[in-house]
């Protein structure tokens, strides 16, 4: 699996804590957003991780605009059920703030590996 990190901030403390969580089942690269969302789109990566100080607005802007809505969520917590439904129903790009990163990246990669890779 494959994941790039784009938003607008704390994008080395994400890559930290997805390599740790990823292990050695992937990579994980920083991008410019636009960069990063062409990556998911094109299939080259499968998850796009984000960070701004609401969630939703530079953590996700391009990412919306190039992937679409219906595939980007805002995660406020790290509810396990909500993060695995939305990898379920084909979300493959979360922001969040940088606040809750050290909680929900590893959640989120771990349910990703688990959804994505089976």
């Known amino acids: 699996m494959k994941i790039v990190i784009g938003g607008q901030m704390g994008k080395?403390?994400?890559?930290?804590?997805?390599?740790?969580?990823?292990g050695d089942e992937g990579e994980v690269v920083i991008?410019?957003?636009?960069?990063?969302?062409?990556?998911?789109?094109?299939?080259?990566?499968?998850?796009?991780?984000?960070a701004c100080m609401t969630g939703g607005g530079g953590a996700l802007a391009m990412a919306i605009a190039?992937?679409?809505?219906?595939?980007?969520?805002t995660v406020a917590d790290a509810d396990e059920n909500a993060i695995r439904k939305a990898l379920e129903s084909g979300k493959k790009a979360f922001g969040f703030t940088p606040s809750i990163s050290?909680?929900?990246?590893?959640?989120?990669?771990?349910l990703a590996k688990e959804v994505m890779c089976n």
Do not use: F, N, Q
């Open 66 to 73: 190039i992937l679409g809505y219906g595939t980007c969520m």
């Open 102 to 110: 050290k909680t929900v990246v590893p959640v989120i990669v771990r």
């Open 31 to 50: 991008k410019d957003d636009v960069a990063a969302a062409m990556d998911v789109k094109g299939g080259k990566a499968d998850l796009y991780l984000g």
């Open 12 to 22: 080395e403390e994400i890559k930290e804590l997805a390599v740790t969580a990823m």
